[in-house]
């Protein structure tokens, strides 16, 4: 009988190849090809301890905006009274605020937005995709520090850089990109094994029927960023690289760079497949053929859409009124901003 299946190639992953993929790390090589970027590193302990903690607590907004006077922050400048205050405090002795117990970043980050306008955050390795369902605009464009903390707390692949970083003792970064419009039919993902890219494939899985006339300008592109930047500046001889080349073609951007190993999506490939192709001189620029129905028809990060906090918090009444009192407010602000605009 024919074998109808293969054994599941071995792609090893070192600590070292993990680390390489720090968004800090290599950041610095490729600087005139990334876009606009802002690092913070280290983050303050009490920030991780803020994301890794139940629920998700913004400063209140008064408290918000009194952050630019000279005072520290504290009861008094809340409009409490001492009394209210004090017994505020007892209430959440162990929470962590962001406007008590890391007002530095808190400034920092306010203080980027207002330089670079909108951004997009991440961690040492992830950007929380998965949690855009919890900003009014559904995407991961942040106009103010409360969206950046309320899309960090509510994502899952954020926990998953937290577990990583803490197993590994790296220290924790935050990445701040400047935002701009990017358009995801150009978005590409290009698999290099051992110095030679072995495939190439859309990363936004949607049919673009302009793609398939671009594929000899595209690859082009990939194979003088790979052999000219990447691979001289990249300590790894495998790697992930994620381009966007945007219109007219005459640049390549470096979106992120991940391991070689399955626990990088391969898109339109197989693992299988990366791991055993034959390295040649060409190579397979793989996209969405026309009426493409099933598997890639299915939403992204579904699995990973399970809205946690609102899960947890629909165990506990206090805590869903809380965060639907969050969201209103923000909502609300966001709508004040554009009126006022
Ligand atoms: N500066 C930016 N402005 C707007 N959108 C951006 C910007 N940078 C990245 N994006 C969008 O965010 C997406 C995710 O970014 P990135 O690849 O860094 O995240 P990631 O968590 O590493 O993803 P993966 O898990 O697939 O490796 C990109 O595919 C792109 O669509
Ligand atoms: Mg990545």
């Known amino acids: 009988m024919p074998e109808s299946y293969s054994a599941l190639s071995e792609i090893p992953c070192t600590k070292e190849q993990v680390e390489n993929c720090i968004f800090s790390k290599w950041y610095s090589r490729f600087k005139s090809h990334v876009p606009i970027t802002r690092i913070i590193k280290p983050v303050p302990p009490e920030f991780i301890q803020y994301l890794e903690q139940d629920g998700i607590k913004l400063p209140p907004v008064e408290q918000e905006t009194s952050i630019y006077t000279s005072e520290p922050v504290g009861n008094q ?17 162990d929470e962590i605020k962001p406007l008590v117990h890391f007002p530095e970043l808190h400034n920092q980050i306010k203080q980027i937005i207002a330089e670079l306008g909108p951004v997009t955050p991440k961690l040492n390795w992830s950007s929380p995709r998965d949690a855009v ?14 969206e950046i903390y309320l899309l960090l707390n ?51 899985l949607n049919y673009y029927d302009y793609l398939e006339s671009l594929t000899h300008q595209l690859k082009d592109l990939f194979d003088e960023f790979v052999e000219e930047t990447a691979i001289p500046n990249f300590p790894d001889k495998s790697f992930v690289l994620d381009l966007y080349v945007p219109r007219p073609f005459d640049k390549v951007y470096l979106i992120d760079i991940n391991p070689f190993a399955r626990k990088t999506d391969s898109l339109l490939f197989s693992w299988n497949e990366l791991a055993t192709i034959e390295a040649q001189d060409d190579y397979e620029l793989r996209l969405i053929p026309k009426n493409n129905v099933g598997r890639f028809a299915s939403k992204e990060h579904s699995e990973n859409q399970v809205p946690k906090d609102v899960v947890d918090a629909s165990l506990d009444p206090g805590a869903i009124k809380e965060l639907a009192e969050q969201w209103t407010k923000l909502l609300e602000r966001q709508q004040e901003e554009s009126d006022s605009e």
């Open 77 to 93: 400048a809340n409009g409490y009274s001492d009394w209210e205050g004090a017994r505020e405090e007892e209430q959440h002795e």
């Open 133 to 146: 369902w919890i900003l009014p605009n559904n995407t991961t464009k942040c106009t103010e520090v409360n």
């Open 154 to 204: 509510a994502s899952n692949y954020i926990v998953h850089d937290l577990e990583v970083g803490h197993q590994q003792g790296n220290e924790f970064e935050l990445v701040l990109r400047q935002w701009f419009a990017l358009n995801p039919a150009l978005e590409f993902r290009i698999f290099v094994r051992d110095s030679k890219i072995v495939g190439a494939t859309q990363r936004d």
